[in-house]
Every structure is written in structure tokens, then in C-alpha cells.
């Protein structure tokens, strides 16, 4: 008898997220944390696993090291399996050709021979950079129920928005007649969310024909997706109503973040029936000493907090030193803030070093201060900076 999955799915994390600018100079999108104890890609994984989708391919490309490292085995995730699990799938050097990935396409289409060893009957497509809940075992049921080549995940966005998206133009039922990427002047306000369910061999057949067309960029949403609808097969939306959000600018990450805080967040990741893994490293528990205050915050282990927080989510082993205030920021790992430090309305991304006295941000733009940056003693930082190098003395 022939082992077969399902279903396999096919995760796109190999983006350089270039809007996230400081944040992913050395790291792969995908790969930055996110709510203190995850990183971006422990949504889709966890989705994979809570759905029962237990083969998952992983596509990787720019900055790919800690990525890798932090998937490993898949284990975090019970994605440690003999025959399907979580395998990492890099460009590699064929015996005619080495190629990076031309396009979300390309990249599919270069590991074929990745999902036919599976021998699917469906292959869910997924994006690497979106927070979200959502169970895939029913968008699978109303593909199959609809008897569709394709479905098309969506998500009502506002109209102000929906030029920033693919946007789907359905029939009642829910049938797509027309898509439209990214339109200046918007039909409707359904938006693609990237993530897409195809009948196995539909998708080989029109990987292929794409693959040949030297006139296609190699994208679903610009050159396959509309290639199909032109083509007459039968293409469908399921609309999705739960908290989604697209994290790949600077404000969109931050704003996700904060919607993790007060008795009753916009998004919950604290759900026993949909429970979120991830690969949390091994601390103590946090230390709050009495002079400390800390209010309306993420907190993790490890963390050592002598000073002031507020509506701020911190990642494992943050030091925040006496009379250092750190208000309305994310704080990624390993950061020390020294004694008298002010950071305000901030991202600091792992490794970072906050001298006394230094002032970071203000009361409007986002400042971000990249991995593993020195900021020295009584250094003023602007809102809406962007420090990628140390920043040792105040720059006149």
C-alpha cells in the first residue's frame, strides 16, 4: 500500500522582510519574536498542528541560520515525525541549474518533488509572517465540499486598506470571478490573506505551465491565481472572522504586540483548546524586586526588573536596572537597561545594551534599535530612529 498525506502544507518563510528594516538586517522575518516567548512562525506551525496537518515543508531563503536552529526537529511543535514532520527546504543547486527562489511560485515549484513523495490530495499554502488563529481542517472541508481547484483563505479588511491586498470578487456562494491584485480602486473589500488550498494535480499542472512562461514574475497572486481564473476552474473564498493580522511593517508588528496586553486582549494566545507552541528557552522565573513597578505587561522568565514598566511586552533575560523607565515598547531578549534609562514607544531587538541615562523614543513614531546594538550612557534617541550600529555617543 502507497503511504499517502492529505494534506501537505507549504510554508513561505524565506522573505527578507525589508519594512521591518533593523529587524531583519540578520534575520529572516519569519524568525523575529513576537509576545514576549514566540516567534512569528510559531502561528502557522501551531495552526499546521492544532488543524492535523502533521507534514509540513518550510521554504527558506534570506538569512535562513536562525530560523533553522530554531525549528530544528520540529519537536516544539510535535512535528517530529518518520514519515511527514517539518522539513526546512533551501534553494539548492540542481544538475542543470542553482536558483534563489524567483517568487512565491518558483519557490513552490522548485520543491515539486518535496510534496509529491507525500502523494496529496491538497496542498495548503501558508505565508510565514502572519499572527493568527485559524483552523485549517475547515477551509480543507469547504474545499472539498465545494469541489474547488482552489480556495482562497480571506478576510474583510476596511476600504481604506484594500488597495494594500489581493482582492477577490465573489458570487454569493462564495465563487471568485475575479481577482484583482493590490487595485487602486477596489471592487469589494474581501481580501486574499495568502493563504491558499489547491487539488494536488491543478497545482503541479499549473506550477508547470508558469515555470515556462518567461513573460510571469512567478507569483500566486499576480500570475497563477488569475492564470487559473482565466482558465475557467473553479475557485472559491472561505472567509475567515477571527483576529489575523498582517505583521510586516514596523507599526503592524508593534500594534499585534500591544494587542496582547490588559484583562481582556484583542488577541488571546493563551487559549488551553488552541494552544500556541513554541521553543521557549530555559530561564528561572522572573525577579520583581520591591521597589520595582511593573503594570499592564508581558513579563517572561529570566527577567530581573528593579525599575519601571508599563504596557510594554518583554521577552526572557531583560534586565531593567534602579530608575530605569521603559514605557509602551517591546523588549526582545536578552536586553540590559541600564540605571536612569527612559525608553519609550520602542522595539529593542535581541542583545541590546541601554547605557545610563539614555533617553530611546517618544510619544509617536516607533524608534527600533536592531540585535545585538550598544547605546551608550546619556544617548538621545528620536521617535521614529532606526539604529542598526552602536550608538556610543550623542550624535550632534
Same mark, same amino acid.
Given at each position: ?48 498542528? /492544532?488543524?492535523?496537518?502533521?507534514? $509540513? ?10 530560523? /533553522? ?100 470578487? $465573489? ?92 484583562? /481582556? ?132
Amino acid at each position: 500500500m502507497i503511504r499517502k498525506k492529505q494534506c501537505v502544507a507549504m510554508l513561505l518563510a524565506g522573505g527578507q522582510g525589508s519594512r521591518l528594516y533593523a529587524l531583519t538586517n540578520n534575520i529572516a522575518k519569519p524568525a523575529v519574536s513576537f509576545g514576549g516567548k514566540y516567534r512569528i512562525i510559531d502561528f502557522p506551525l501551531s495552526n499546521c498542528v /492544532n488543524s492535523g496537518i502533521d507534514t $509540513v515543508g518550510v521554504l527558506t531563503q534570506y538569512q535562513p541560520l536562525i530560523l /533553522n536552529d530554531y525549528i530544528g526537529n520540529g519537536q516544539p511543535w510535535d512535528l517530529d515525525r518518520s514519515f511527514g514532520g517539518v522539513h526546512i527546504l533551501s534553494p539548492y543547486q540542481a544538475k542543470t541549474s542553482s536558483d534563489w527562489y524567483k517568487g512565491t511560485a518558483n519557490a513552490i515549484y522548485q520543491n515539486i518533488h518535496f510534496i509529491k513523495q507525500f502523494n496529496p490530495d491538497y496542498v495548503l499554502i501558508l505565508s510565514g509572517d502572519h499572527i493568527y488563529k485559524m483552523d485549517y481542517s475547515k477551509m480543507l472541508r469547504h474545499h472539498i465540499h465545494k469541489k474547488a481547484d482552489c480556495t482562497i483563505a480571506a478576510i474583510e479588511v476596511d476600504l481604506k486598506d484594500a488597495s494594500r491586498f489581493g482582492i477577490l470578487n $465573489v458570487k454569493e456562494d462564495g465563487e471568485i470571478y475575479e481577482f484583482e491584485e493590490k487595485p487602486a480602486k477596489p471592487k469589494s473589500t474581501l481580501a486574499s490573506m495568502g493563504i491558499y488550498i489547491f487539488s494536488a494535480e491543478k497545482l503541479y499542472k499549473y506550477l508547470e505551465e508558469d515555470s515556462q512562461n518567461p513573460n510571469s514574475s512567478n507569483d500566486f497572486g499576480k500570475d497563477v491565481l488569475p492564470k487559473m481564473l482565466e482558465s475557467g476552474e473553479k475557485m472559491y473564498s472561505y472567509t475567515f472572522s477571527g483576529y489575523w493580522r498582517d505583521v510586516g511593517t514596523i507599526q503592524s508588528l508593534y500594534d499585534a504586540n500591544m494587542d496582547l496586553l490588559g484583562d /481582556n486582549p484583542i488577541f488571546d494566545v493563551s487559549d488551553s483548546n488552541w494552544v500556541i507552541q513554541s521553543r521557549s528557552p530555559l530561564s528561572p522565573p522572573q525577579y520583581l524586586s520591591p521597589e520595582s513597578k511593573v503594570n499592564n505587561s508581558i513579563v517572561l522568565s529570566g527577567c530581573e526588573i528593579f525599575g519601571t514598566v508599563e504596557n510594554s511586552v518583554f521577552s526572557s533575560n531583560v534586565i531593567v536596572k534602579k530608575g530605569a523607565v521603559v514605557k509602551d515598547s517591546i523588549i526582545m531578549s536578552d536586553c540590559v537597561i541600564e540605571e536612569g534609562a527612559v525608553i519609550e514607544n520602542t522595539i529593542l531587538d535581541e542583545n541590546v545594551s541601554v547605557g545610563k541615562k539614555a533617553k530611546i523614543g517618544g510619544k509617536k513614531e516607533i524608534a527600533v534599535v536592531g540585535r545585538k546594538v550598544t547605546i551608550g550612557d546619556k544617548v538621545s534617541i528620536k521617535g521614529g530612529a532606526m539604529i542598526d550600529k552602536d550608538l556610543l555617543k550623542e550624535v550632534k
